[in-house]
């Protein structure tokens, strides 16, 4: 049966994920071949947005219309990003300033967000925002926004950015994702997307536990809703016990090197192959 998005579920649909989830996958084609694989797998034309390293497909058809954000350049590797979600993970949560400033004020005073993933949806905004208004413009559909990984912290960020620029978001579906700010900004993405974000984690998946600055006082917090697939032991435990002999599970450098190793040999429980035979196995249960 073909992949179809359905506009009007009520919540959560699994339906949904595996529909974004392929797009997700098919992100990672350069344009030539991912127009021809959106078309032919989701019955989506597909419009690769690209600006140093942040890409995002905009895609639509006569129902829907999909903002794709590509993870890393390699879909097998989370390689270059240590600095981002480890070692400096404490001095890149900041107060946005400038132009992406002024579109995260509505977040709160307390909220703080992680310089990088700002930076590098910054990076191609102005084409992006360009192509999104264009598709909207030319007639009313629902929009949804997803990615993977580091592009799953990009979808988030620039449904809150759209919104407050009057386009709005129908749903946000992430896999994988890691966090992208603190407890404040968190819980202003619960506010403005009320029962309309959908994280999908595999629970041995370490790339959503971080950024991490310690592991039992983490400044950074995910948003609901986080739905958990794969085993029964969930990488914060593994983190946990990576850190169990640091004092106060504190982020020393060994303790780091540990976390990194692991997420990198685990690397296959965060691929887009990975999640989509999760969620196939969720048989279209929604909750």
């Not at 192509?131 to 912290?153: E, I, N, Q, Y």
């Amino acid at each position: 049966m073909a992949l179809a998005l359905n506009p009007n579920a009520a919540g959560r649909s699994d339906q949904n994920a595996l529909f974004l989830a392929t797009a997700c996958d098919l992100a990672y084609f350069p344009q030539d071949r991912g127009q021809a694989e959106f078309a032919a797998q989701l019955g989506l034309n597909a419009t690769l947005i690209s600006a140093d390293n942040t890409q995002c497909y905009v895609c639509e058809n006569d129902s829907v219309i999909v903002l794709a954000f590509r993870g890393s350049e390699s879909p097998n590797s989370i390689d270059g990003f240590k600095d981002w979600l480890l070692t400096n993970a404490k001095n890149f949560l900041v107060l946005p300033e400038g132009k992406i400033g002024t579109d995260f004020v509505a977040a709160g005073v307390g909220a703080r967000f992680h310089r990088g993933f700002m930076e590098s949806l910054e990076e191609i905004w102005e084409p992006l925002f360009k192509a999104v208004d264009a598709v909207v413009a030319k007639k009313d559909r629902p929009l949804f926004v997803t990615g993977h990984s580091l592009g799953g912290a990009l979808a988030l960020l620039a449904a809150w950015r759209l919104q407050r620029q009057m386009i709005p978001i129908h749903n946000v579906y992430t896999f994988g994702a890691p966090m992208v700010g603190n407890d404040v900004a968190a819980k202003a993405f619960e506010k403005e997307f009320p029962n309309r974000i959908f994280r999908y984690v595999d629970s041995g998946d370490l790339v959503p536990t971080l950024p991490t600055i310690s592991m039992f006082s983490n400044e950074y917090w995910h948003c609901l809703t986080e739905v958990v697939v794969g085993g029964t032991v969930h990488a914060s435990d593994t983190l946990k016990a990576l850190a169990s002999g640091s004092p106060s599970a504190s982020m020393s450098q060994a303790v780091m090197d540990g976390v990194w190793t692991k997420a990198t040999s685990g690397i296959q429980k965060h691929l887009m192959g990975n999640y989509i035979t999760q969620i196939n196995g969720l048989n279209g249960k929604s909750v």
